[in-house]
């Protein structure tokens, strides 16, 4: 048994409600009406934008790669659009509930301010703490990390040694299948979670291979990475696949050494009581 020699995973295209959050977040308030927050998050189409994204990432796979031995998709009617916007040949999809997007439980359908005043103090942990947090009766990207995610690469290593498998699900989901397929540290998480370059836009395809790009010799474990996602042209009006170089990342292993390097990054909370 083994991992798949290519995986390629991509975030669903622009959907109805990203639009909604991205207007709150820029102060409009006015799509949160009373029919928009009773909507299941299963049940949100994508946009027009969203169709052209999942269009030219489809375009994008199908240059380089006509068929996949795996077509995988969460069972939301964004992803499932998505996947079939992609227009891939002769794609048969199995649907998996493990690809679902990570739970917002109650906050998932309420404005930046009620969640400000009604959960205060978990309002202050979400921005202290985006690994470990955990939205009220929602999930936390650790959580979806080691239940799902691990449950998925399990699935993955029984079924699917050496073959190339084409996934369509969400972006928190994917920062979770990063943290875990990467061994992320906690440190290098919260890094990337805060910076821009690694943010995991609509139709973001993350393509994890065994294959050295360089030499085209394949190893045990997935060691490689390559990033690639839609960009509107704003000249032609079109959207264009930017694609990033490849890189490598190996399982970080620490000695006595890293780990008291690491402890020292952080200053004591209570003075007097570390010395």
Not at 3 to 19: K, Q
Not at 42 to 59: F, H, N, V
Not at 136 to 164: C, F, K, M, W
Request: aromatic share 8%; proline share 5%.
């Amino acid at each position: 048994m083994g991992m798949p020699l290519d995986l390629y995973v991509i975030r669903h295209g622009e959907s109805e409600a990203n639009v909604i959050v991205k207007a709150g977040e820029a102060g409009d308030n006015s799509l949160f009406t009373q029919d928009n927050v009773t909507v299941p998050d299963r049940s949100w189409r994508l946009t027009a934008t969203g169709r052209k994204q999942a269009d030219c990432i489809g375009r994008w796979l199908v240059s380089k790669q006509q068929l996949f031995d795996r077509y995988l998709v969460s069972p939301y009617v964004r992803t499932r659009e998505t996947a079939a916007t992609m227009a891939l040949p002769k794609a048969k999809w199995e649907e998996t509930r493990v690809l679902r997007e990570r739970s917002w439980g109650e906050i998932s359908t309420v404005t930046q301010d009620e969640f400000r005043t009604n959960y205060q103090r978990n309002w202050i942990f979400k921005r202290t703490d985006p690994l470990y947090w955990r939205p009220p009766a929602g999930e936390s990207i650790a959580d979806v990390a080691e239940d799902r995610v691990h449950n998925l690469l399990t699935s993955l290593n029984r079924r699917a040694e050496a073959q190339s498998v084409v996934v369509v699900s969400h972006g928190d989901f994917m920062q979770a299948l990063m943290l875990t397929l990467e061994d992320l540290s906690d440190e290098e998480f919260l890094k990337r979670a805060d910076a821009p370059e690694w943010r995991i836009t609509n139709c973001t395809c993350l393509h994890y291979s065994r294959r050295d790009p360089q030499t085209g010799r394949t190893t045990h474990r997935v060691r490689w990475e390559q990033t690639a996602r839609p960009v509107l042209d704003r000249q032609t009006g079109r959207w264009e696949v930017e694609v990033e170089p490849w890189r490598e990342f190996q399982r970080p292993l620490l000695s006595n050494g890293d780990l008291v390097d690491v402890v020292h990054s952080v200053d004591p909370h209570l003075s007097g009581l570390a010395r």
